[in-house]
Structure formats: C-alpha cells, structure tokens
RNA sequence: GCCCCCGUAGCUCAGUGGAUAGAGCACCGGCCUCCGGAGCCGGAAGCGUAGGUUCGAUUCCUACCGGGGGUACCA
C-alpha cells in the first residue's frame, strides 16, 4: 500500500513526531495514517489516529486528538496543528514548504512526479494489451485498451518500475486458414460462407496480394483462375461481400473449395499485413510495443509441446476420452481444461500456457493482462494455468475492463470482425484526433462502459477536456513567450521571493502543485488511469484561476494604469509589485512543468501553442 | 442457473471507511482598457431500495430491483 508518508520526508517525519506524541501521552502506539482534507480549512494533512484510537485507549478521540496536540513537536515545516470535528489532527504546513516545492519542481523538471526506486523495489512488469486477433482491423473498442495499456504502462515507469509493452498476435491456427481462405474465394470472386471475414479490407488485401505475388498466386489446382480484370471482379466481390454480410445466418455458406495449403499460406500473408496495419494505427494513436510475440513463432519453437512436458511431469494433467486435460480446478477454475485435443491438436489454451512460461522465464517479476469483458470467462483458467506452472498467484494481475457501445447518433453499431461491419479505430484518429480519443479512454474507470458516439465525439471534440487541460499548457507558454519578448526580468529561481505568493489562488495552485507524487503513486498502484486525468484538470483549474485572479506581467500599456497607479506609486510599492510578478512568473513555470509531467504520463501531447 | 461489472446532479462521469459527496456538458446570473475568453466567478440540482458491520458507509457484507457482459475438445 503506497502511503504518502512514504513519499514525502517531511510528512514522514510529521508520522514520527504523532507517534512519539502518543508515546509520551501514554497512549498505545500506532501508526497514523494520513490524508489530504477535502476542505482546505481543514489544512494540509490530517490524521484520524484519535479516532482510530478511542476504542483501545478507552478514551473519548477528542481526548487523545488533545493529548496529541499537547505532547507533539512540530517539524519545522509544519506551521500548526488543530483539532476539528470528532477528533481529526489537522495539520497546516508552512509557506516554506511550498516554496520548496516549487523549487523542487523547477530542479527536477520532468523527473519531478517520478519515483526512484531502489534495485530491490523494483519490478519487471509486463503488460500485455490490445492483441486483437490480426484477421481485421482494429475497432473503436480496441482503442481503450491501446491507450489504458499504454498509459499505464507509461503510469508504472513514472511509478519507478521496467515495463514491457506486449501484444500478444494470434497468428496460428484455424482462424488463420478461414482468413486466409476468405482472401482466396474473394481473389476469385466467388461467393463467401457464414463463417467467412468480411468487409472490404479483405478485398483490398487479396488486390494488394495479387499485386505483390502475381496473378498465379490464386490460381487453384482445378483449373479455376484469378480474374483477369482485377477491378470489375473486385467490384463484384465487394457487393457479394455486402450481401453476404447482410444476408445473415441463412446463409449457404462458401460457393468454391479453397486448397488448405493455399488458404493457409495467404492466410500467414495476410496476418503480416494485417499486423503491420495494427501497428500503424496504434503508432498514429503513439502506441509503440515493445514485443510482438507471435503465437505462430511459439508453436515452431516446439514451446508448447514443452510447457505441455512439464505440466504433464509436474502431475498437472490428466487423461480422459483421448484428450488431454489440466487440471484447474485444483487452481480454483470452474472446470478442467483441455490441452490436447483427442485428435492431438494442442489448444489454444495450450499456447495460453505456453505463453505464459515464456513470459515467466523472461524475467519478468509481475504479469499484467488488461482484457475486456468480453473475455471475463478466461480469467478463472489463466489464474489456473499461472498457478500451474509456479506463477505466485500475487504476480499475476488480469484486469477487466467494460467494453465500448459504439454509437452513432445514438444508435448502437455492431462491433463484429467477421460481419466486416465495423467502425475501425483509424477512421476514428482521423475523424477526431489521437488526443481527443485517449483522452476520452483514459478519463473513466475501467470498470465503467464507455458510450463511444461518432456524432456526439466530433460534436464535443471541441468542449472536450483535453482541450481544457492542454489550453492551461498553451497559455503558459504563451505568457513565457510574451515575458522573453517584453524582456521581462523574471531573473533566476533561486532570487525569486516565492514568499509573496500568498494570495489564495496562488495558494491553491501550490497546493495542487506538490499533490503530483502522490497522485502518481496511487494510480500506479490502482492501475488507475481517471486518476491522472481528474487531476490534470484540477490543477489546469487551479492555473487558470491563478492566471484570472494574478497579473504576472507588468502592464505593456502605459495609459492603463497611469491614472491612479504610476502617481501614486513609491518606488517601494513598485519594487513590490516586481517582485510580486518575478515569483508569480516561477509559478506558472512550475505549473507549466507538472501539466507537462502529466500529459506525458497520459501520453496526451502538450501543444505550445493551440 | 452460476460468475463478473455498473446504478451518484437533467446528461456523461469522478470519488480504493472519514468532516459540508465533486467535475464537465446543459440551464440561469455576472467578469477583460492590460499576460491567450478554448478562460474566470456565482446559482440551482444527487448517492437504486431495504437491512447489517463500524465511533463513522457513496465506499465493506446480505437480499431485492434495474442495466450490461460472460459462461465451448470455439478461435
């Protein structure tokens, strides 16, 4: 559990006066806990130790909150410290404090939010997403997972851990063949069946294979030839392909046999193709994996007959009518799975496994899934599996996230691969940017499904929050710009009289400023994406209110304040009212630096200007 | 049937046992002679129902109601 404390010497040393006050008053020891006041009256930090207490102590908590209070030494950063409600030890930490924050921001620029962890705290995570099976395009839905994944991927570095962004390709097996086969009979024109690919990309790959490989490619044995006009036949295929599609479950299915060896050929060229497209789009959204593990590579490798081997040693397994079964139920799994079938293929569960060992013995320390709900049912026999093959329970975390309802105008689009009737996630880039779609991803819980309207997204791609938060970046920049050109002498850091920033829309910004760590901290640990999001509005919030209510520069308009302020000021107030500006002007530089911190996080960019 | 997720403001959503439950959108009323109005300030409005645990429950437990998803020798 990530405790502020832990985050933050001074609130370590604050945790460590509270017990000693505790000792001293002759009450048990514990250990406080703290946490941030919704209500800034309430202070910095407080502690409900004095409630926790009451009941052990045999003492009413506003009693032992007194005695705390009584006994306490205060750290030098602490200002004051007082007793509210039932019994809360609220604490007020200096200005000092916060000036140092600022300097420490400024120092620290974008490892300020970031942890360092020792060698012994840090871990090897893994985290698999998106791996969509590569027969189609990505969809809307995948979309959340590439920027979940890939936020969070980028929330554990910041967090202090390796990570490794992995997708898992699904290039083997039955599917593969139907995809390939699909590619085929629409190469020929001919008609497709009930459990056919659909769509017009499965056009455009049998045009670009032809292309690449030659009109022979698709020739069969039996005589039947790749059309000699690629583009009627193409038109042709692509209205069957539509009525096909529509025509639904009374389908007759396939009007011509495709040779195994041939559908399964393309179906592999066709997967490469495929792969590569995925990869684009995920680029284009700036989701870059560090692994493309390939199912296919696994099974060539003789790996799965070899996880299959030791699950078989380890007495894992167990044979019943020709097929081979795990057994995990013993794992807690709802019933045995087959990892053999009786015909002797292995199961795909069996690359599952396979999988799993080779992610294992590749050093990982900590294995992370984010799956949609729609795979919910796999949780129980990945656990299992894990479980099987030595994995401790603790290192292996699957994480479900509710899917997407596409919508357009409020009605419901299919989502399906093989109908072909799918919103691709591409479109969606194009239609409406990559920042606008992350950001719309990452802002809820994963446990929330996510209405993904097209209409209403391009209708509010202009109100969207992002835009609120990336403005908060822009304007600073801009305010920075204006300063260089003006030669504001705004002069170093450290000749800057942070103290005068006392005014309470500074104050709040200063606040919120120092909270990064902490946010970063908890995200991390909840795998908490709207956790970064709420927070980088929150502090847009608090600049924009800071930049409305505190003028930084000085007026460029000689007319504006001559009335009143030039005549009647000293050289003293003027000299104030510099200074005044020089710290605020610190200030926004901090702000700018945590917004930035945080979007890279997000992996939202941060335009200079908008 | 069994399993998982959700139910919070008119709408979309935050809130991992703490004090007066927060944002955005929509609505109403205000705010620039000057650093970016994609902004700021103010207003109205809410925890599905019933029990339980607890000093304290939107949060944990149980039941019920309502919505979504999952339950293959599929891939």
């Known amino acids: 559990m990530a405790r502020p404390e832990d985050l933050d010497p001074v609130l370590a040393e604050l945790a460590t006066r509270v017990t000693k006050a505790l000792e001293a008053a002759g009450l048990p020891g514990a250990e406080p806990d703290f946490e941030r006041p919704r209500q800034p009256e309430h202070g910095d930090w407080a502690t409900t130790v004095a409630l926790r207490l009451a009941k052990p102590a045999q003492r009413a908590p506003r009693d032992i909150a007194q005695a705390v209070v009584d006994h306490i030494e205060l750290p030098a950063a602490v200002q004051s410290v007082d007793i509210a409600g039932p019994g809360f030890v609220n604490f007020r930490l200096s200005h000092a404090y916060f000036e140092d924050v600022v300097e420490r921001i400024v120092a620290q620029g974008d490892r300020y939010g970031r942890r360092q962890r020792d060698e012994g705290q840090r871990e090897m995570i893994n985290i698999e997403f998106v791996s969509a099976n590569p027969t189609g395009p990505l969809h809307v839905g995948s979309g959340r997972w590439a920027a979940t994944g890939d936020s969070l991927a980028a929330l554990l570095e910041a967090d202090g851990h390796g990570v490794v962004r992995e997708y898992y390709v699904n290039d083997a097996g039955e599917q593969v063949r139907r995809f390939g086969e699909s590619i085929v009979l629409v190469a020929r024109g001919e008609l497709l069946g009930e459990d056919h690919y659909k769509g017009e990309y499965i056009l455009d790959l049998a045009r670009e294979i032809r292309l690449e490989f030659g009109d022979d490619f698709f020739v069969a044995g039996d005589g039947i030839h790749f059309p000699e006009d690629a583009h009627i036949t193409g038109e042709l295929s692509a209205q069957r392909v539509r009525e096909r599609a529509a025509d ?26 495929m792969r590569d497209r995925i990869a684009d789009v995920l680029r284009d959204m700036g989701v870059e994996f560090d692994v493309w593990f390939s199912e296919r590579v696994m099974h060539d490798s003789g790996a799965v007959e070899q996880t299959i081997d030791e699950l078989r040693e380890k007495g894992e397994t167990y044979e019943q009518d020709g097929a081979l079964f795990l057994h995990t139920t013993a794992y807690g799994d709802d019933k045995d799975r087959v990892l053999v079938r009786s015909d002797g293929r292995p199961t795909y569960f069996a690359a599952d496994c396979a999988y799993f060992r080779d992610k294992w013995q590749r050093d990982h320390t900590r294995l992370i899934y984010l799956l949609g709900a729609d795979h919910h049912g796999y949780v129980g026999r990945l656990q299992a599996a894990a479980r099987s093959l030595g994995i401790p329970e603790d290192r292996l975390e699957i994480r479900i996230g509710q899917l997407v309802n596409l919508l357009r105008g409020g009605e419901p689009v299919r989502m399906s691969k093989r109908a072909g009737e799918l919103v691709t996630l591409d479109e969606v880039i194009e239609e409406v940017g990559s920042d606008v779609t992350r950001y719309h991803f990452l802002r809820q819980s994963l446990d929330s499904m996510i209405d993904f309207d097209l209409d209403e997204v391009v209708k509010q791609s202009m109100e969207n929050p992002v835009y609120y938060v990336q403005y908060a970046y822009a304007r600073i920049n801009s305010l920075v710009r204006t300063a260089d050109d003006r030669g504001f002498a705004h002069g170093e850091l450290d000749e800057a009289d942070l103290g005068r920033l006392t005014a309470p829309a500074e104050l709040e910004l200063l606040r919120k400023l120092a909270e990064l760590p902490e946010v970063v901290a908890e995200a991390a640990e909840l795998l908490a994406t709207q956790r970064l999001t709420r927070y980088a509005e929150e502090l847009a ?59 890279d996080i997000l992996r939202v960019s941060a335009p200079e200007r908008m």
């Open 541 to 599: 919030s608090s600049f924009h209110r800071f930049y409305t209510e505190c003028r930084i520069l000085p007026s460029d308009d000689p007319d504006a304040s001559s009335s009143t302020t030039l005549l009647d000021t000293t050289d003293e107030e003027r000299a104030a009212a510099e200074a005044l500006g020089r710290a605020r002007y610190w200030l926004a530089v901090a702000a700018k630096q945590v917004l930035r911190n945080v979007l």
């Open 248 to 273: 639904g479950p009374h389908d007759t299915g396939a009007s011509g046999m495709v040779e195994p060896t041939l559908a399964a050929k393309v179906g592999e060229i066709g997967v490469r193709k």
